[in-house]
């Protein structure tokens, strides 16, 4: 992991200072309400629906089982919900012991947010961050937010070269960046060095792919325009092999021409992704005409020496681990096999959530943070102390957050894994569902969000309470399924196979369902947004309608090439057979539950150009 230097923790601890004398003012009523709003979203504050939400940042996803026992306190001791204060702020409202707190939320940008933390303890939060070098910087506003990668960076066995060191130093470059602190709107990147992109690079402002150009050097694939929301726009490729030390140059014309030429005056068409969309190759050459200036007329001050490239990768050297040599990988294969046959569980845990690793004497493993009484993504404080023991015990003491609101153990050693198995299994992190159906993606939808049209929490617990059958999950094979409370997208519906947004129809919560999206990956193909399935439908027919959906797909699914139907073994995916069948048949089925209950449907919102 990145070790911060002398510079880093005192800028951390001076912003953590700074936003206590800001808090203090503001609740002496020295500084209005307006005048610290931004104030408070520079370091991660929101105000949401009943309570303050904190968004700490994650810079790639890495993070220590120092820190994790930090986010642990954190939610046992702060995040918590006070009836009397929801009653003031929001008067005649039910009460809300239904709703969890006392827990952190990994989020799909490898963030961790809380959502019951009272604005007056927010600076001593903040203190506690500090303390093990975290933040709320660039987790809110109008700037470049946390940098997001592969949660394999620097471990995966289909990696080009390692991303984080490149990750570390746009970080450095990017935070309070005088020119970019106020851009037209929110800017995200996203990078990885991988053959798969498990970082769904396509659906970010900047999306950047390590690679080696005709002569053999690393540069980088630079996509642009990418995005979710109102209008899903995949990414162009507007650099196919951009010198990796020109890095910083490069991103500095690209971010530059947005901030020239970004819509200011209406929100819904200030992202990156509409500018490239009407713009085409105008942008690109701006952007070429912008960096070429960078380099002749203003020195390509950003250029990347060999020498802080070395500087920063030599945070990321791996963990010297003790690795059991004597026994030979044969014999840790075989004790692996026996092992799996004897236990079904085990076998599925090794194939779904144990990973190939660029060492051969270790694996990286996936923690499910996808079970049955919790949010996708939510873990209470005894769940993380929990992980951090299991990163120290079996991970040189580091957790990767995932896009898919997962936790990863990148360096475990493989004569350990029966071991971890039985002891994550004890924790509940050990269930065989990652890439299944109940591994799905959800925001936190409108039980939280002031922005969300309906909610999307009871969904997700509709639909993992309705698939509990671990056959059945596997049987059915790998299946994004991603849900979102409103069209901002932040459980990115557009890219699930199977997605579903929720949508406010004459004050009632009803839910779209489309098919066919893809993230990027190599299950999924092509990064491309999903089809609409038809009007939506109320919240208690969705889980139907998914049933009906899977179960069209188990009737026209190739087991192999002889065209026989399946048994247990899947050999065509849902995505495969949805492109090979066309999505009429699945349209069919999903609307039959509709005239089942005979319920009034309700037209697809429509989207903003």
């Known amino acids: 992991m990145y070790q911060y230097t002398d510079f880093d923790r005192q800028f951390v601890q001076q912003r953590a200072a700074h936003y206590r004398d800001q808090l203090e003012r503001n609740l002496a009523g020295q500084l209005g309400d307006e005048e610290f709003k931004p104030l408070r979203l520079q370091n991660g504050w929101y105000l949401q629906r009943f309570a303050p939400m904190l968004r700490v940042a994650v810079p790639y996803g890495e993070v220590s089982s120092a820190q994790l026992r930090v986010l642990a306190k954190i939610a046992r001791d702060y995040d918590k919900k006070d009836q009397n204060n929801i009653d003031k702020a929001n008067p005649g409202l039910s009460d809300l012991n239904s709703l969890p707190s006392g827990v952190g939320h990994f989020t799909t940008r490898q963030n961790v947010q809380y959502n019951w933390i009272p604005l007056d303890k927010s600076a001593d939060v903040m203190d506690l961050l500090a303390s093990v070098n975290m933040h709320g910087i660039q987790t809110s506003g109008n700037c470049i937010r946390n940098i997001t990668s592969d949660e394999r960076a620097g471990i995966a066995a289909d990696e080009i070269a390692d991303p984080r060191p490149f990750a570390e130093i746009m970080r450095q470059w990017s ?219 079996f991970s040189a003491g580091e957790v990767r957050v995932t896009h898919d609101q997962n936790l990863v153990l990148p360096w475990v050693r493989c004569d350990q894994l029966p071991e971890l198995w039985r002891a994550a299994r004890k924790l509940g992190f050990a269930k065989p569902n990652i890439r299944l159906l109940t591994d799905m993606i959800a925001c936190p939808g409108g039980d939280f969000c002031s922005l969300a049209n309906a909610r999307s929490l009871p969904i997700a617990e509709a639909i993992t309470e309705r698939f509990q059958d671990m056959d059945e999950l596997h049987d059915l094979g790998e299946i994004d399924l991603h849900i979102s409370g409103c069209i901002n997208s932040c459980g990115h519906h557009h890219s699930g196979h199977i997605g579903i947004l929720g949508v406010d129809k004459d004050g009632k919560e009803w839910y779209q369902v489309s098919l066919g999206g893809s993230d990027g990956s190599t299950l999924s193909g092509a990064s491309v947004a999903g089809k609409v399935v038809g009007p939506s439908f109320a919240a208690d027919e969705v889980a139907d309608v998914i049933e009906a959906v899977l179960d069209t797909y188990r009737r026209e699914r190739i087991a192999d090439k002889s065209g026989a139907k399946t048994g247990f073994a899947v050999a065509e995916t849902f995505i495969d057979t949805l492109r090979r069948v066309g999505a009429e048949p699945f349209k069919l089925a999903a609307n039959s539950v509709r005239t089942s209950t005979g319920k009034t449907a309700h037209a697809p919102e429509t989207e903003v150009a």
């Not at 060095?193 to 970010?204: I, K, L, Q």
């Not at 020109?246 to 509409?274: F, S, T």
């Not at 040599?325 to 599925?348: C, M, P, S, T, Y």
């Open 175 to 393: 935070t309070w960046h005088p020119e970019f602190a106020y851009l037209p709107r929110k800017f995200k990147i996203a990078i990885t060095g991988a053959h798969e992109d498990r970082a769904a690079t396509y659906w970010h402002d900047v999306g950047l792919h390590l690679r080696y150009d005709d002569a053999g050097q690393l540069a980088f694939k630079v996509l642009v325009g990418g995005g979710m929301g109102r209008t899903p726009v995949v990414g162009t490729v507007i650099r196919e092999f951009l010198p990796w030390n020109q890095l910083l140059n490069y991103l500095e014309a690209v971010v530059r021409v947005y901030n020239r030429w970004g819509r200011r005056d209406n929100i819904y068409k200030a992202r990156i992704k509409i500018l490239v969309k009407a713009e085409g190759a105008r942008f690109t050459d701006e952007v070429e005409a912008e960096y070429q200036q960078i380099l002749d007329k203003d020195g390509a001050p950003h250029t990347i020496s060999q020498a802080e490239f070395d500087r920063v990768s030599a945070s990321f050297v791996p963990p010297t681990l003790n690795c059991n040599r004597k026994q030979g990988e044969e014999k840790i294969a075989n004790i692996l096999r026996a092992a799996a046959e004897d236990d079904v569980e085990f076998g599925r845990w090794l194939t779904q959530n144990v990973a190939a690793h660029k060492n051969p004497d270790l694996r990286a493993v996936t923690l499910s943070f996808k079970r049955l009484g919790y949010a996708p993504g939510d873990a209470t404080a005894s769940q993380m102390e929990g992980a951090a023991a299991l990163a120290d015990e």
